[in-house]
Nanobody
Framework: QVQLVESGGGLVQAGGSLRLSCVAS????????MGWFRQAPGKEREFVAA????????YYADSVKGRFTISRDNAKNTVYLQMDSLKPEDTAVYYC??????????????????WGQGTQVTVSS
């Protein structure tokens, strides 16, 4: 079992930045896939970004490409989501997710094994 705990959400004005953190309860293996998803009220959970823990490929939703960056700190068992140039449409609960496998399909929430509790991000106009 892996427990994931997110933090770093909050209220920010449009154009501002936030950095979300996701701490894993134990060391994750290089084959793990780590993802960030978000869910706005009345909408389905949607993919935001993902990476293989070993630090290889990174994947981004078109809506956040060029504004968000996913990264990780091995020593801290932590994955980050740096969010810049935030827009009101980025408002959502953001979730960290982990798969024990090297995923070819990082977009589908059902492919992930573990989820955090979520952190609220609100962007005001």
């Amino acid at each position: 079992q892996v427990q994931l705990v997110e933090s770093g959400g909050g209220l920010v004005q449009a154009g501002g930045s936030l950095r979300l953190s996701c701490v894993a309860s134990r060391r994750t293996f290089s084959s793990y896939t780590m993802g960030w998803f978000r869910q706005a009220p009345g909408k389905e959970r949607e993919f935001v970004a993902a990476m293989i823990w070993s630090g290889g490929r990174r994947y981004y939703a078109d809506s956040v490409k060029g504004r968000f960056t996913i990264s990780r700190d091995n020593a801290k068992n932590t994955v980050y989501l740096q969010m810049d140039s935030l827009k009101p449409e980025d408002t959502a609960v953001y979730y960290c997710a982990a798969s024990q496998n090297y995923l070819s399909d990082v977009l589908t929430p059902g492919n992930y094994d573990y989820w955090g509790q979520g952190t609220q991000v609100t962007v005001s106009s």
